[in-house]
């Protein structure tokens, strides 16, 4: 009896993993700005979606209230019962929680607001007023 030799697998050369490795880095770098374009627009328009509930808010707890939260008080009083507030009967935020913009940053808010009757915004990725693409404001009062 004979043995056969197996039949021999041919594995890929170094050339055309080069090329597959060339072709994926040309590809990654077409998509990847796109993808991070629109992750970046994402956290803005989340950041936009989450003012409208914190201004929805503060509404509800001016209605119940009598008066929108003090400067002192900030958003907190929409989670927490401010002294003195006998009417409260929040919390008025749906997750019971006040959550910080899409950066990690804690959302601004001032009564009486500079261009409505409170003001509230996020200063961006960098945290710094003005900017535009994603350290661009997101204000109430646009």
């Known amino acids: 009896m004979t043995k056969k030799n197996p039949p021999r697998r041919r594995g890929f050369t170094l050339l055309e993993l080069l090329v597959v ?31 409208n509930e914190l201004r929805s808010a503060v509404e509800l707890f001016r209605l119940e209230v009598g008066r929108y939260p003090s400067n002192n008080e ?9 002294p003195g507030a006998t009417d409260w009967n929040g919390p008025y935020l ?28 996020s200063l961006g990725a960098d945290n710094k007023e003005g900017g535009d693409g994603e350290n661009q404001d997101v204000v109430s009062w646009e």
């Open 74 to 82: 900030g958003l907190q009083a929409l989670v927490e019962r401010p």
């Open 94 to 121: 749906t997750k019971k929680v006040l959550r910080k913009d899409p950066w990690g940053n804690d959302y601004h808010y001032r009564f009486p607001g500079e261009h409505g009757d409170f003001d509230i915004w």
């Open 21 to 51: 490795l060339v072709i994926l880095g040309l590809l990654a770098s077409l998509v990847g700005p796109q993808v991070l374009k629109q992750l970046s627009g994402s956290k803005t328009k989340t950041a936009a979606l989450q003012i």
